[in-house]
């Protein structure tokens, strides 16, 4: 069994920084990619950011030059730095990680239960 768990969510003024992390644990092989994605009220879920296992990373147009995605395999860990925050950022902001469990098993998406950012004006 595999768990994401996010964290560093909360409520921050609009100019303000958060930064988040989200940890991957269980029976886990490999980790092929993790990212981070967030849902507003009555909108779709959409990306943020991404970044691979060699360290290629993917940015929302809306996050450019303000967030920064990283990572740490050996713990397992991706963070996003987030800077210049604006309350169209607001959102509940999902880890999702590509993970392996096994040599010759097939990889899966798996997503964190979500950590609830807030920008206020």
């Known amino acids: 069994q595999v768990r994401l768990v996010e964290s560093g969510g909360g409520l921050v003024q609009a100019g303000g920084s958060l930064r988040l992390s989200c940890v991957a644990s269980g029976s886990i092989f490999s980790i092929n990619a993790m990212g981070w994605y967030r849902q507003a009220p009555g909108n779709q879920r959409e990306l943020v950011a991404t970044?691979?296992?060699?360290?290629?990373?993917n940015y929302a147009d809306s996050v450019k030059g303000r967030f920064t995605i990283s990572g740490d395999n050996a713990k397992k860990t991706v963070y996003l730095q987030m800077n210049s925050l604006k309350p169209e950022d607001t959102a509940v902001y999902y880890c999702?990680?590509?993970?392996?469990?096994?040599?010759?098993?097939?990889?899966?998406?798996?997503w964190g239960q979500g950590t609830q950012v807030t920008v206020s004006s």
């Open positions: 999702n990680a590509d993970i392996r469990m096994s040599l010759r098993g097939s990889s899966y998406d798996y």
């Open positions: 970044i691979t296992i060699s360290g290629s990373t």
